[in-house]
């Protein structure tokens, strides 16, 4: 795919996969990921889309004339589903909705957070409270946190129709979306499975190559214990070809979950080595556990991945927390 100005962006090309699935990767403003695979499913009198990517110009265009390269009209979207809450996935979904009369759908879990979606003022709260807590310098968290809300994630609005796990989607004559409540990477989490192929659409739960990150946050509990769950409830109904949010196509979904599964087991014992070695910070680990130099950003999402993981290891009691001034030390 190219841009106005005719640079190449990397971005592949709108795609017809088969069996009534369309692949639209929409441009995102981050240079990584790049893009978002929103997927148009033929159903029952139209489309449903899956996935929106963030409100913006360049990906608003490229859902419309992606749809259209494929013969197929934006207007024939009856039903915007979102597998989770993240801008790159629900960002354009006020817009679309307005646009198209869709109806928008998400998991019940998803309708609770909305609230917190729209809060931005809380977002920079929370992540001020769990950065005093865990040792992260004062410099560091005001560099980290957003000024103001970005343009291309506006408000949101509440769901039409809500899913629970188990639910299903019905597309034509048989044919149905099971629904799969996932969470981790993000509370309200869903994958999507087609009853006519098996395949499996998977958002950002599981991801070719890179494995989705897994952001400790207030009031959610075990982040990181719900993820690795819902990676084995996946191993476990066999899944093998996956559409996932971001990159490629995965032939063997269980194999990739597998992966990431381990990918995490060497994580924890790598921090809790850590931890075993002295007594020290959230921060500190974070430190010792990812490359220098990181971004504002990339700082931000190591460090709340540190901090799922180091809570992981309180809560199944593998290490101890003490607080001290304010701060909470792990300790062996
Ligand atoms: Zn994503």
């Known amino acids: 795919m190219s841009d106005p100005s005719g640079q190449a962006t990397g971005i592949p ?4 996969l088969g069996n009534g699935i369309h692949l639209v990767p929409a441009p995102l403003p981050f240079r990584s990921p790049a893009w978002v695979n929103a997927y148009a ?4 009198g139209g489309l449903l889309l899956l996935d929106c990517g963030t409100d913006w110009e360049p990906g608003r265009r490229a859902l419309s004339h992606g749809l259209r390269s494929l013969g197929l009209d934006e207007t024939a ?3 915007l589903v979102v597998t989770h809450l993240h801008p790159d996935h629900v960002g354009m979904s006020a817009r679309l909705v307005d646009e198209l009369g869709c109806r928008f759908v998400m998991h019940e879990r998803a309708s609770q957070l909305v609230d917190r ?9 929370r992540l001020k409270t769990i950065g005093h807590t865990h040792g992260v310098p004062d ?3 005001d560099a980290a946190i957003p000024e103001s809300r970005p343009d291309y994630m506006p408000l949101i609005e509440g769901p039409d129709h809500t899913l629970r796990d188990g639910d299903e989607i019905p597309l034509s004559g048989s044919r149905r979306l099971e629904i799969l409540h996932t969470p981790g990477h993000e509370p309200a989490h869903i994958c999507l499975r087609d009853s006519r192929t098996g395949i499996l659409f998977s958002g950002d739960h599981i991801l070719p190559r ?3 990150v897994i952001m400790y946050d207030l009031d959610l509990g075990d982040v990181l214990g719900d993820y690795l769950d819902s990676l084995q409830k996946l191993i476990a109904v066999r899944i093998g070809l996956t559409y ?5 196509v995965i032939e063997h979904g269980d194999e990739r979950a597998r992966q990431i599964l381990l990918h995490h087991d060497r994580r924890l014992l790598d921090m809790a080595e850590l931890v075993r070695e002295q007594d020290t910070t959230a921060w500190e680990v974070m430190l010792e556990s ?12 190591a460090f709340l991945e540190t901090v799922s993981h180091l809570e992981h290891l309180r809560l199944s009691g593998r290490i101890q927390v003490d607080e001290q001034d304010d701060q909470l030390i792990y300790r062996a």
């Open 13 to 16: 090309d709108p795609q017809s």
């Open 41 to 44: 499913i033929e159903s029952e």
């Open 77 to 79: 979207i009856h039903t």
């Open 117 to 125: 979606y729209n809060d931005s003022p809380g977002f920079a709260r």
């Open 139 to 141: 410099a560091i968290i």
């Open 210 to 212: 890179i494995s989705p």
């Open 244 to 248: 996932p949010a971001h990159g490629t």
């Open 290 to 301: 990812f490359r220098p130099n990181l971004d504002p950003i990339q700082a931000r999402l």
